[in-house]
């Protein structure tokens, strides 16, 4: 049964027992409010969640574990064969899949021409068909088939049964408010941890491929390594020293044209601008902050560094051999970030306590003094978060790089040449069709790790900053 | 007396009479530094404005020439002797004429129009027809396939100019820049200008980038956005389906319902580092667990959809909370007191007096989503699969497709300078769906908000 419509039986079901437990609870009570503990409505729910949440359970779990238990069953029979046991499992599936969209029978089916036939279906296959593919793409279709019909069974009688259990035991007295309110608390717990299974997830993924991969290449050569030059025909060095220097050149521009300009844009804002002012001026600022980063890279390819060339290029000083460069990226990057900086700094000023201000002024301080020697001092943990923040944003940024810094690896110090950074190197070796097995595109997960790692420092450590700041004048 | 001894000793200098109304040298210094200060700050904010104008131009002078494409009206007399020798008129006999055969038709109506426009050129009718697009040929098949009796007669077609052509029209490409040019020579310009003089060639608005489908790198007159645009709607889709409940379900427990204890500090910390984790990382996750794990199809919408939810997740928690927390705890305890449980107050009275904010975070979150690009290239969204459109509704979620952004990507990184106009005209699309998602945000703070 395709599991559409197992989905909608379950739905069925779960609205007859809706309507049952209503009317058992109603009944039991002649029909009167007062002698029952919950609204009627209560009653249906109690059995409608009865029903759904375990079924749906059981639905869920089965259908994402059995591909891999009849991976397991039917490797066995692949294990004598040449060829990387992964491979030939895809080629078993593809085969059981095939021979569903042919409507031929896998006991009678010729092997002669079957790969043409199965392409003219539209399943492409590597290679042809050997006997033991056939064979065990027969025993995957005959045990999925079963492993279908089982699942279908399953799912029903776990509907029905608790679908009647809950009915059985819907009387006027039963406290039917309070246990929908349970399950309905258990669905909110469920749903606020899918941050904590998204940051589990997360790490597992690193860690497994970043340990696969690390199995394949020494650790020591990934971290001191100074040289990246990946070919996927092995022999590839995978060092991550100019990957970590080109982020970090980037990130430095990006913050030199950033932090200036959202810290005074910032006091500009808080301190000196008319409300009018205020009122248009930040949410315009804001605006470069909604831009999405692949409009930044697109207009760092094609404008900033063309327009970078043509004072820079060999036309005019010399110094650039081509649009994409460490310059063109950070610069582009800063522009991103301005907002970024302004608008949390912002807040930050804003915090400072107005007596603060009111007690430089009345000493005779300047506006400017009070501002330089009152105001960001104080506020300067907060603005130091917000730099922090800005930073592990700028070591994060991937399309500005993947489009604006260019693509060769390079430990220099001239911020016109081209870099790369490690996100950009994180697209380009894992976009595309990637064999999992080698290192080459095993280092991209080694290298999100990093990246993770390094962010998540600068988060912890930012928010952490922000927080204490603010508790200090609360 | 103990008069002090004036003795030699000078007087201290007096000081200089002074009037308050003149400044002395000292404040004008420190009102100098105040003026320059101020100016600073008023540079620096003038500049981030610069920059955002600067941005803005930029698309729209580079972008705008994309909504417009250069058509060659071409009358060409689709011979029997060529489609139809038999005379049959069965669609499955002229459907076997490949648009290999359409070419000779194309050119020899190509020469006849040159002719008619009075101009002398030495080129060969072969080479004549690199003024037109590659697909020229298959876009006359396309409709003579769908109507065979149009065969025997001489119709008028609209066919796509080639892209050089349309960027000699658009300004983009000149003589000088042909020179080294192996699909164009500046001889076809001097046919073009005098077919343009007739009125045979001109820009006219081009529906097809906005509907139509990505091509073929030789082919960047063809390329367009509405494929693109079918596979973000089911990504977002996906993530409304998805980050709208779970989003609200787990602010409302953490904001309504949760102790104070370790625990929930644990999700909330969790919650603050996940809005910064780079996105990358989240195309990393979705790889490694929907497609190398769960063995979800690549390049589905429907992963792209699950990838981006979770990195929406904490934008909608974050904006959620902050909009059930504005619900003034009066409201709470008026329920309590009536004798609601904690449930029925949520979701009967708190809870719908939040869902302005609630609706405003999420829009915002969407939008975010919709401009998002790393995280779907690695799960194989990129731009060059979008060439098909879904076969049907349900298809959509799970047919290879690209979205709006990585489609950009994939023109911003093909060679051909025509592709360019393409991306900055793509990226006009994008911006000005985020535009009205954005108006949309804040006429619903604006309509429904409520202060307290």
Redesign the interface.
């Known amino acids: 049964m395709p599991l559409g419509w197992l989905f909608l039986i379950v739905l069925l079901i779960a609205a007859l027992g809706y309507a049952a437990g209503r009317r058992r609870a109603l009944a039991g009570a002649g029909g009167s409010l007062r002698a029952m503990h919950s609204l009627p409505t209560a009653y249906g729910w109690n059995v409608a969640m009865a029903v759904l949440i375990p079924s749906l359970l059981v639905l869920a779990v089965w259908s ?1 574990a059995s ?1 891999f238990v009849l991976d397991r069953t039917v490797a066995p029979m692949m294990a004598g064969q040449d060829g990387e046991i992964g491979l030939l499992m895809s080629d078993v599936r593809r085969v059981a899949e095939g021979l569903d969209l042919l409507g031929e029978d896998p006991a009678s089916v010729s092997l002669e021409g079957l790969r043409e036939r199965l392409a003219g279906a539209g399943v492409a296959l590597g290679q042809d068909v050997s006997a033991a593919t056939l064979a065990a793409a027969a025993r995957y279709k005959e045990l999925g088939a079963r492993s279908a019909l089982l699942q279908s069974v399953l799912v029903l009688a776990v509907a029905l049964g608790m679908g009647a259990w809950a009915v059985r035991r819907t009387t006027p007295a039963l406290r039917a ?2 246990e929908v ?1 349970w399950g ?2 258990g ?10 299974a ?2 589990i ?2 790490v597992l ?2 860690i ?2 970043t340990i696969k991969f690390f199995q394949l290449y020494p650790a020591s050569a990934f971290f001191f390594g100074t040289t990246w030059s990946p070919s996927f025909g092995g022999g590839s060095s995978l060092g991550i020293l100019p990957l970590v220097w080109g982020t970090l050149y980037i990130s430095l521009i990006a913050l030199l044209v950033a932090v ?6 910032a ?3 808080s ?3 008319s409300p009018r002012v205020r009122a248009w ?1 930040k949410p ?2 804001e ?2 902050a ?10 760092a ?3 900033v560094g063309p327009a970078l060339l043509a004072v820079f290029g060999s036309g005019g000083l010399g110094w650039m051999q081509g649009g994409t460069a460490v310059i063109t990226a950070g610069l582009v990057m800063g ?1 991103m970030l ?2 970024f900086v ?1 608008s949390l700094s912002d807040d930050i000023i804003n915090a400072v306590p107005q007596a603060m201000r009111d007690g430089s002024l009345g000493l005779g301080a ?4 009070t ?2 020697q009152v105001v960001l001092p104080a506020a300067l943990p907060g603005i130091a978060g917000a730099i922090l ?1 800005a930073a ?2 700028s ?5 500005i790089v ?2 604006g810094a260019g693509a060769a690896a390079r430990l220099s110090l001239n911020p016109f040449d081209a870099m790369t950074t490690i ?1 950009a190197k ?2 380009s070796q ?3 069709d990637q064999d ?1 097995t080698s290192p080459e595109a095993l280092v ?2 080694a290298l ?1 790790m990093t ?2 790692v390094v ?2 420092g600068l ?2 450590l930012a ?1 952490w900053i922000v927080r204490r700041y603010r508790e200090q004048y609360e | 007396m103990t008069d002090i001894p004036l003795g030699d000793a000078a007087p201290a200098a007096p000081r200089p009479a002074r009037s308050i109304l003149e400044t002395d040298a000292r404040t004008r210094a ?2 100098r ?2 003026t ?3 100016a ?6 003038l ?3 610069f ?2 104008v600067f ?1 803005m131009s ?2 729209l002078w ?1 972008g705008l020439g994309a909504f417009t494409q250069t058509r060659f009206a071409l009358d060409v007399e689709l011979l029997e002797s060529e489609l139809d020798p038999e005379g049959t008129r069965d669609p499955a006999v002229i459907a076997k004429t490949s648009t290999f055969g359409y070419g000779d038709l194309i050119e020899a109506a190509l020469a006849k129009a040159v002719a008619a426009s009075g101009i002398q050129t030495d080129l060969e009718p072969g080479d004549l027809a690199d003024i037109l697009s590659s697909g020229a040929a298959a876009q006359i098949r396309d409709r003579v396939t769908a109507d065979p009796s149009l065969v025997g007669q001489t119709v008028s077609f609209d066919l796509l100019a080639s892209s050089r052509v349309d960027g000699y029209i658009k300004g983009r490409v000149t003589r000088e820049s042909l020179a080294d040019d192996k699909n164009l020579s500046p001889a076809h310009l001097d046919i073009v200008d005098a077919l343009v003089a007739d009125g045979t060639i001109a820009r006219s608005f081009n529906m097809a980038f906005i509907t139509g489908a990505d091509a073929s790198e030789k082919r960047p007159e063809e390329a367009g956005m509405g494929v693109a645009m079918v596979g973000s709607l089911y990504v977002m889709l996906t993530v409304l389906a998805l980050a709208l ?3 609200v ?2 602010s ?3 904001e309504e ?2 102790p104070k204890n370790r625990f929930t500090d ?2 909330e ?6 809005a ?10 979705g ?3 929907f497609i ?4 979800l199809p690549q390049s589905a919408p429907l992963v792209g959809g699950l990838v981006l939810t ?1 990195l929406t ?2 934008t909608i ?1 974050i904006a959620t909370r902050a909009a059930l927390k504005a619900v003034p705890p009066s409201i709470r305890d008026a329920a309590l007191g009536v004798g609601a ?3 029925q107050a949520v979701f009967h009275h708190v809870l719908p007096l939040a869902v302005p904010g609630i609706m405003t975070g999420t829009i915002i979150g969407m ?2 989503a ?5 995280p779907l ?2 799960i ?1 969204m ?1 731009g060059f699969v979008a060439s098909n459109y879904p076969d049907g509704a349900l298809h959509g979620f799970v047919s290879p497709n690209s979205a709006m ?1 990585a489609q ?2 994939e023109w ?2 093909r060679a051909d300078p025509a592709f ?1 106009e393409r ?2 005209g793509g ?1 006009i699309v ?2 000005v769906f ?1 535009l009205l998602m ?1 108006l949309v945000a804040v006429l619903v703070r604006r309509r429904f908000e409520r202060r307290w």
Not at chain 2, 370 to 374: D, Q, R
């Open positions: 994402l591909p408010r309070n309110e309905i608390q669905l909110l717990i469920a749903a606020a941890l899918v941050a904590i998204t940051t997830g997360i993924a690193l497994f491929n200036p300009l959202g810290l005074f844009s006091v500009y804002l301190e000196y601008a001026a315009m600022l605006v470069l909604g831009i999405p980063s692949i409009v930044y890279g697109l207009f390819l094609l404008t522009i301005i907002p302004s300047t506006q400017s003094e501002i330089r923040l592990s944003r070591i994060g940024e991937t399309m993947v489009l996100t994180i697209v894992l976009t595309g999992f991209a997960f999100g990246l993770f962010t998540l988060n912890i928010l | 420190r009102n530094a105040e320059r200060f101020r600073y700050g008023l540079a620096a904010l500049v981030g404005l920059f955002l941005l930029s698309i580079n409940p779970i989003g379900a787990a409302i427990y953490l319902f949760a644990f999700i910390v969790n919650i603050a580092n996940l910064a984790v780079p996105s990358i990382v989240y195309g990393i996750l790889l490694a667990v190398q794990f769960a063995e979770l997740l904490p928690i449980s904690r449930m939008a975010h919709l401009g998002e690009t790393a290239l690695l194989g990129v952004p950009v990507y911003a990184k360019y991306a900055w990226i994008l911006l985020l954005n």
